[in-house]
């Protein structure tokens, strides 16, 4: 089964955010995934725009490419902090992350 129908969101669009309350700055996330995440100069966690800007706004959200759908879930699993939300934009439910049912 692939990580699109385990979430049950085989062709939705999904978004990531990140809760810098919480970011530990580990930066697994960047590791996984640097073309959705990247570490700032204060050592914590942001999403990058499609356009490769750092979205510093509190709550920004990015699209999730489909190609690292998988890096961008890992990231969620892996991220010591449960800082990383990734939801649907459809119903803003959210599929991976620390709030996911």
Do not use: N
């Not at 809760?19 to 570490?39: K, M, N, R, S």
């Not at 902090?81 to 049912?101: K, N, T």
């Amino acid at each position: 089964m692939s990580v699109q129908q385990e979430a049950g969101v085989d062709t939705e669009a999904l978004e990531v955010w990140i809760d810098q309350d919480l970011c530990t700055g580990d930066g697994i996330c960047a590791q996984y995934a640097p073309e959705v995440f990247e570490l700032d100069i204060d050592g914590l966690a942001y999403v990058k725009s499609p356009d490769d800007e750092l979205l510093q706004d509190k709550g920004a959200t990015t699209p999730v490419p489909l190609p690292l759908l998988t890096d961008v879930i890992d990231s969620a699993k892996e991220c010591p902090g449960d800082c990383i939300h990734v939801r649907r934009v459809s119903d803003r439910a959210e599929v991976y992350g620390p709030d996911a049912e």
